[in-house]
């Protein structure tokens, strides 16, 4: 009988690399297979997140629109041009609250520990402390060289107070940030913005003026600590950890440079040149162009950088997919942005002459149009120097933010010296050109279309703002002109959108699972 075939015998170190192999191949599934599943969880929770934020955001760019419109009537220009001053003079302070503690937290690829949780808050606390007893410290020279006294002085310091009580908020906001729990971050902001503003209008309204901030400031704080605890506790506790402060610090500081920059940019010169050279008045024809040309990119630029951060932390490991949600995320802002803020500097010429108590503003007019020029560049420039920092390149956007600085420090000034108080806002806009910088460092690390994702918008804009500017005498007539220009002048921006970009606009929509047919089929 023929002998059976014996399969040839394996020394043990071959079986052992075919084990090692094995192991190796096993190991290398399940790591793509969680990478995989971490990355749809991310995208799943982005999206949601996104829909859920922007939808409470909507609420409160509602209350926001509504106070300011109230406001605009109830306050002076002088009264304006306090609160705008005040809030400067904080604003440049903010650097120091927190040296990048939390933004280092969001950024940390590894889940932070308690001593990085405990250590943050501390150093918080004693900032915070710092900075109040600087403030009051520095009140000869708000009396003196500012002219801040009274009330005026009082709004600085409770202002300078709330730093204090903003830290307790800072741990359980950087924790739903790492979760991706965008759905709960609103909520604080619209609890928020609905106490301050209704105090602050319900009281501008009664006539406390300047007053009317500072008990509203008062209120906001309480009330936001409270919400933010009930919706995201955490080990809380007191100390530094040598270990935790070193490495937060690697990224915080460089972070925190950049923060400094912004606040000498645009804080620090607000504060001794544009208050030191201009009176009240013009301070507040500056701080109420500023804050409406403000809310589009509150509404849509702040509240999507609240998630691309953390967002855009969690995919630096894959260029490919961060590249889309860079270009996805210039397509969605420049669509709604682009139109609010050419809607706002076509509109506001009829709002301020049809409404007795806005006859006030009309000398801002001018100043209004050139800051939404800044505004249009920033909402699509901001998303990119976030995502600089996302990945750890923070060390360009130290670059870039050395650019604005020295630009603005340079311009304002002389917009000044030749056009008054309009020239902040000339200069403001021609600053804004300057962010074609920053889309060629991004598009050197990660490769992006950046024209592609925003001509169709920009093209759309440019037609109803021409269409707009001619038709303006027929909206002039009276408010309920005004209304039915405001909805003929939209309709033309998505008329011309859809006409070349409804392919587009369909493509994103569903690469997001978000077009109408396909959620009815996925049912």
């Known amino acids: 009988m023929p002998r059976k075939k014996q399969k040839p015998s394996l020394s043990p170190e071959e079986v052992k690399n075919i084990i090692s192999t094995d192991e190796s191949d096993n190991l290398e599934e399940l790591t793509t297979s969680h990478e995989e599943s971490d990355t749809a969880e991310i995208k799943k929770r982005s999206i949601a997140g996104v829909l859920s934020y922007m939808g409470r955001s909507v609420a409160v760019y509602g209350i926001v629109l509504v106070a300011n419109f109230l406001l605009a009537a109830f306050l002076s220009p002088d009264d304006f041009g306090i609160y705008y001053l005040v809030t400067a003079v904080l604003s440049l302070f903010t650097f120091l609250s927190d040296i990048g503690l939390a933004s280092a937290l969001i950024q940390k690829k590894e889940e932070p520990t308690k001593e990085d949780l405990r250590t943050t808050f501390t150093v918080q606390q004693i900032l915070a402390i710092l900075i109040f007893v600087v403030v009051v410290a520095l009140t000869p020279y708000w009396t003196t060289v500012q002219n801040l006294s009274g009330e005026a002085l009082w709004l600085l310091y409770i202002v300078a107070a709330s730093f204090f009580v903003i830290t307790f908020k800072t741990i359980p906001s950087v924790l739903l940030s790492r979760q991706l729990r965008f759905d709960l971050l609103a909520i604080p902001s619209i609890v928020e913005n609905m106490i301050f503003y209704g105090i602050v209008t319900l009281m501008a309204w009664r006539g406390f003026g300047v007053q009317s901030f500072i008990w509203g400031i008062l209120a906001r704080d309480v ?73 589009p990119q509150q509404f849509t630029v702040n509240n999507i950088t609240a998630i691309t951060f953390p967002t855009f932390a969690r995919l630096q490991h894959d260029k490919n997919l961060l590249r889309k949600a860079i270009e996805k995320t210039i397509f969605f802002i420049s669509l709604v942005n682009f139109p609010l803020l050419a809607g706002m500097a076509l509109f506001f010429y009829p709002l301020v002459t049809l409404i007795p108590e806005y006859n006030k503003w009309q000398p801002a007019l001018i100043a209004l149009a050139l800051f939404a020029v800044n505004i249009a560049w920033g909402s699509v420039s901001t998303p990119l120097t976030n995502t600089l920092n996302a990945i750890g390149h923070v060390n360009k956007t130290l670059i870039l933010m050395v650019m604005w600085t020295v630009l603005t420090w340079i311009l304002t000034p002389l917009g000044i010296y030749y056009f008054g108080y309009t020239g902040v806002a000339l200069a403001s806009a021609l600053i804004g050109f300057s962010s074609v910088v920053t889309v060629w460092m991004v598009q050197q690390v990660v490769p992006f279309s950046f024209f592609g994702n925003m001509w169709r918008q920009l093209l759309a804009t440019t037609i109803m703002t021409a269409f707009g500017w001619i038709t303006m005498p027929l909206w002039m007539q009276s408010l309920a002109h005004m209304a039915v220009g405001i909805v003929i002048t939209g309709s033309v921006f998505a008329i011309v959108f859809l006409l070349i970009g409804w392919k587009r606009l369909k493509k994103e929509m569903e690469s997001l699972g978000l077009w109408p047919l396909k959620l009815r089929l996925s049912r």
């Open 223 to 295: 009330a936001g600590i409270a919400v933010m605890y009930s919706l995201q506790r955490w080990p809380f506790g007191i100390g530094i950890w040598r270990k935790s402060l070193k490495e937060l610090m690697s990224f915080g500081f460089r972070f925190q440079l950049n923060d400094l920059l912004a606040r000498v940019k645009d804080d620090l010169i607000t504060i001794v040149v544009v208050g030191a050279w201009l009176d009240p008045a013009a301070l507040g024809y500056i701080g109420w162009a500023k804050r409406n040309t403000n809310m």
